[in-house]
């Protein structure tokens, strides 16, 4: 059976992204390409230089920029178009979305050049075993078009020696290649790393692959010879590849290329007492057993990951959400490459940052919401990993009562913060006996980290589904909650007041906010998982647990100096807010009153905002500040602040330090520094997008929530919003900037069962009267219930049978004073490709007769121009485009949003526009 990766079912259309006026992150040097735990390369346009991480994994503990410490001696692309060539091509136009990185390289002799650039990570669960995903392949698409009168000939060359200055065989292998028979690839062969000598035994090899869109295209692979003046190499040793084609006058041919690489990862020493030295190698050696193996893969499947890159890009794009704020949400996933740790045998994990630590539960987890919406095995295999390390007795500390605590990491216990060797090999599973990391050695009072698994298992199971997994982990995952209450009960507590955390692990804060406040949402996560596995006794054990912590929690901390950390004016004050935060993400009921979470942000806000030194503003730890403060924001409905707080960040990253947009650090004090610390956090910025939409999909449960808190920037609306979904994204969208009514759609590409349906009740109603089509059809015989938290007040929608909520989508009206509803064309806008060109048909269909509008509109949402404006019949239609707008502006080449309006309703689909698509 053919595999699809994610489409991008929302708009119908899979886009290029190249467009010359929307390079909104250049500067970075290049997006790291390659799969979870493979390392990467990067090529950096502005330069026209390769360079690599290191052959050590993870990637982000060498801490340091890839340029020049492993930049190739000499590489780049080489363009050659009728005779003229170009030799190490470059240019300014480039732009960073990971996973993708794009170049405009403009004209050579009428032939314009632009290019895209991958890492294999495509979203989605269809390829359970994250093959493609863990693969170590970086692609290079050229799309290259002849805008002269004639005929002519193009090709590319892609070089790469395979070595820096000082470092032989970069990505592993000799340092020159040699040509495969069919000249259409070069091998680095096999060899030792010469330049790490706490692990003597590794070997490595690497591959350059390239391909054509066009039959007949000729290969060359070896020495540049007389590229330059033949477009042809000389087919020696050497360290190119290359394509070459004839095309016609206004013809566009797409040539690729594939980098690969394939190596060993053993320690020196035999650490564990295995009788043999570690091997933790690579999580795609169950693949793989040569560079060569990876590129065939590659190449096999090149226009299926683009297809799947692309959408993912491009679905995050479309929406109205700030632009700048998208851009956030993709770059910010960089510790998918840099930190991640995915061995042969499963364990995985990720890098911390600035000290030499793997795993950092508490951490780690606040950034797996991205990897657990779109490749949940790597998190399933990573929380059975910390489950099979936790505490049992008897161990090094003569304690029963520890039993089932999370250790803070996996590493060989290093005593110092950097130890380049030991650190990056991990324990082996079910290695529980051992101390954690230099700065807290004993970390079995830290009640965060067994939070935080509670937090990651029941992340999973409602993403997934899967309660059978859940099931299977559950004694062991109750271990870890017994030891939470242990903890609260050594304070003579419902909460463990005693309890250390990430933020007061130095013992001088006057209470654990933090650490309390995320136990009581743990026990309301491990109430709920107890429902599922059929465990009443347990469920109503935690749920006591939670209704006693809350109680307890306002009693210890309910003053006016909440939110100041033990009343004093620290930059941590997001830890006391947190846990508000995280109860919102998971659509738990508030654990703190409407007064009591209101001082805390707003005492946490008002020290921040009144710090001189911008970088201050964000707090301490800027990664956790907009998380935690902005999150806690969010769900008190002040979505403007906690927008503020990522403008902020954004801008000292992305608008003035763009070289380290994929190395950020923890530490505000180090933001502005040439520091490369690869911080695991990032990912986190993408549970501010969920709170944003107030979205959830519980698959476990069957239950949908869509409470929207929206910046009032957005106006009031959701367009187009993706919904990452490990089985295939969805859309919502969402309108309520008419006072008396709201509208809303949400589909999914596959579909997924709903039983329970809970919406946002903002104006309090008390009669909700509700309509629901599902797929067209109208259903019947569901009840409607309301719920009142406070701060938050819900209409519940539970169904008479649960339903599948597929690509036509999910409708809901209610007949109040508020109403949800869905205002559409009858028929969908139809484009025959992804892209519309002067002289070629745009075909379309309406719902009634009446005046139709046709119009183009920038990403960001700014009009370029109406397109076409008649009275037409119901029906399908289509027209020939002149490539003006009808004010008679010539549109050059633009990605953009086309947006059908009939008096039925309007429809937008995301396309690539002008003469060069």
């Known amino acids: 059976m053919k595999r699809h990766f994610l489409k991008l079912a929302a708009t119908g259309a899979i886009l290029s992204v190249f467009a010359t006026n929307l390079f909104a992150v250049p500067g970075t040097r290049g997006t790291p390409l390659g799969g979870m735990g493979t390392g990467y390369i990067k090529f950096d346009a502005k330069t026209g230089d390769f360079a690599t991480s290191s052959r050590i994994p993870p990637s982000g503990s060498d801490m340091a920029s890839e340029y020049p410490v492993r930049m190739s001696t000499s590489s780049g692309f080489h363009f050659f178009a009728g005779g003229t060539s170009v030799k190490k091509a470059k240019t300014d136009k480039e732009d960073a979305k990971l996973p993708l990185y794009s170049a405009e390289f403009g004209k050579t002799n009428n032939v314009n050049f632009s290019m895209k650039a991958f890492g294999p990570t495509v979203p989605g669960d269809k390829d359970p075993i994250c093959r493609t995903a863990s693969s170590p392949i970086a692609f290079f698409e050229f799309t290259v078009t002849n805008e002269g009168s004639s005929a002519t000939d193009v090709a590319i060359a892609l070089e790469f020696a395979n070595k820096s200055t000082g470092i032989s065989g970069l990505l592993g292998g000799k340092e020159s290649g040699v040509p495969d028979a069919d000249n259409r690839a070069v091998s680095f062969g096999d060899a030792k790393f010469n330049d790490v000598t706490s692990y003597p035994d590794n070997t490595g090899n690497a591959y350059l692959m390239t391909g054509s869109s066009k039959e007949g295209s000729v290969y060359s692979a070896g020495a540049m010879g007389d590229f330059l003046t033949t477009g042809v190499l000389s087919n020696s040793d050497g360290n190119c590849v290359a394509a070459k084609c004839n095309l016609a006058a206004g013809e566009t041919v797409r040539l690729k290329f594939v980098i690969s690489w394939w190596r060993t990862f053993i320690s020196g020493s035999d650490r564990y007492s295995n009788g043999k030295n570690d091997e933790d190698n690579y999580y795609y050696h169950n693949f793989y057993s040569n560079s060569k193996e990876a590129a065939n893969y590659g190449m096999e499947k090149f226009d299926e990951i683009r297809e799947g890159i692309n959408s993912l890009v491009n679905r995050v794009m479309i929406s109205n959400f700030p632009y700048w704020y998208k851009d956030r949400l993709l770059n910010n996933n960089y510790p998918l490459i840099h930190n991640s740790v995915w061995t042969k045998d499963g364990r995985a994990a990720y890098w911390e940052g600035l000290y030499g630590i793997l795993g950092t539960i508490d951490q780690g987890q606040h950034a797996a919401i991205w990897y657990t919406h779109n490749w949940p095995h790597n998190q399933w295999k990573e929380a059975e990993y910390w489950l099979r390390n936790q505490f049992q007795y008897p161990n090094m500390y003569s304690s029963e009562k520890i039993v089932g605590q999370i250790h803070h990491d996996f590493n060989i216990s290093p005593q110092q913060a950097f130890i380049p060797a030991d650190s990056r090999f991990m ?491």
Request: glycine content about 8%; overall charge neutral; charged content about 25%.
């Open 427 to 917: 324990s082996p599973w079910d290695h529980f006996d051992r101390q954690d990391y230099f700065w807290d050695r004993d970390a079995t009072d830290w009640s965060d980290l067994n939070a935080m698994l509670i937090f990651k298992f029941y992340e999973l199971v409602t993403v997934t589904g899967h309660v059978d997994s859940l099931q299977k982990f559950f004694p062991k995952l109750l271990l870890t909650a017994n030891r939470l209450v242990t903890q609260a009960e050594e304070a003579n507590s419902s909460i463990p007041l005693k309890s250390t955390s990430s933020y007061d692990s130095d013992h001088t804060f006057a209470f654990a906010e933090y650490a309390c406040g995320t136990a009581i949402v743990a026990y309301k996560a491990m109430e709920e998982m107890a429902k599922l596995v059929g465990d009443e006794a347990t469920a109503t054990k935690f749920h006591d647990q939670f209704e006693r912590g809350k109680k307890e929690y306002k009693e210890k901390f309910f003053n006016d100096n909440f939110g100041t950390v033990g009343g004093q004016a620290r930059l941590w004050q997001e830890a006391n807010v947190a846990a508000y935060a995280w109860a919102n993400y998971f659509c738990f009921e508030p654990i703190m009153e409407k007064a009591f979470i209101e001082i805390g942000c707003k005492n946490a806000r008002e020290i921040y905002s009144t710090q001189s030194d911008p970088r201050k503003k964000l707090g301490e730890w800027h990664l956790y500040t907009y998380d935690h403060l902005g999150g806690a924001l969010t769900a008190i409905n002040q979505p403007d602040e906690a927008l503020a707080i990522h403008k902020l960040d954004h801008k000292l990253y992305y608008d003035e330090i763009p070289h380290v947009v994929f190395w950020q650090t923890l530490f505000n004090n180090m933001i502005g520094g040439d520091v490369y610390s690869s911080y695991m956090t990032a990912p986190n910025v993408w549970r501010s997008y969920f709170q944003f939409m107030g979205y959830m999909l519980d698959k476990a449960n069957g239950r949908l929530w869509i409470r929207p808190k929206l910046p009032s920037e957005m106006n009031k609306k959701i367009i187009n919003a993706a919904l990452p979904n490990p089985t295939g994204w969805g859309t919502l969208n969402y309108d309520e900037s008419n006072a008396s009514e709201v509208k809303v759609l949400i589909n999914y590409e596959t579909p997924v069962t709903v039983k329970e349906i809970i919406l946002s009740n903002p104006s309090n109603t008390q009669d909700p009267k509700v309509s629901l089509r599902n797929d067209g059809q109208a259903l019947e015989g569901f009840t409607v219930s309301l719920d009142d938290w406070g701060l938050e007040k819900n209409i519940r929608i539970k169904l008479k049978d649960p339903i599948q909520i597929g690509p036509k989508g999910l409708q809901i009206n209610d007949n109040t004073s508020v109403k949800y509803g869905l205002k559409k064309a009858g028929r969908s806008l139809s484009i025959a490709s992804s892209s519309i060109r002067p002289g070629k048909q745009i075909s379309f269909t309406t719902d009634k007769k009446g005046e139709v509008t046709i119009e183009l509109y920038s990403l960001s949402g700014a009009k370029i121009g109406t397109l076409m404006k008649q009275i037409r019949a119901e029906g399908s239609h289509s027209f020939v485009w002149d490539g003006k707008t009808r004010e008679g502006k010539n549109i050059g080449t633009v990605m953009g949003m086309l947006r059908l309006k009939t008096s039925g309703g309007t429809v937008c689909k995301v396309v690539n526009a002008g003469i060069n698509n």
